[in-house]
Nanobody, 129 residues
Framework: EVELVESGGGLVQPGGSLRLSCVAS????????MAWVRQAPGKGLEWVSA????????DYADTAKGRFTISRDNTKNTLYLQLNSLKTEDTAMYHC??????????????????????RGQGTQVTVSS
């Protein structure tokens, strides 16, 4: 059974940083593109960032470009999201997401409604002074 367990969220002041982690199990992690999505209070899921199987290709939503960095360690079955220069509007539940098929293109993920993908329970990020 696929399991995705996120951690690393918390309360941080504007301008601060956090590093989110997602430990995956139940599938061959290195064969699947992965991504992060988020859901702010009262809003729908939105894409944040995605990464290819080997980590060489990444993509970001415009709101994340230049501030967030996605990475993965296939030896540890772990996905990461480094959040820098956080803003109050980054407050949301952050979920890691498994692609719908092995060796999929991350561009295809971004073109698909995020709610259709397998995701973890999430980790809460709150940005507030």
């Amino acid at each position: 059974e696929v399991e995705l367990v996120e951690s690393g969220g918390g309360l941080v002041q504007p301008g601060g940083s956090l590093r989110l982690s997602c430990v995956a199990s139940g599938f061959t992690f290195s064969s699947w593109s992965m991504a992060w999505v988020r859901q702010a209070p009262g809003k729908g899921l939105e894409w944040v960032s995605a990464i290819s199987t080997g980590g060489s290709v990444t993509d970001y939503a415009d709101t994340a470009k230049g501030r967030f960095t996605i990475s993965r360690d296939n030896t540890k079955n772990t996905l990461y999201l480094q959040l820098n220069s956080l803003k109050t509007e980054d407050t949301a539940m952050y979920h890691c997401v498994q692609d719908s098929r092995p060796y999929g293109a991350i561009a295809d993920m971004f073109r698909t409604t995020p709610s259709t993908f397998k995701r973890g329970q999430g980790t809460q990020v709150t940005v507030s002074s």
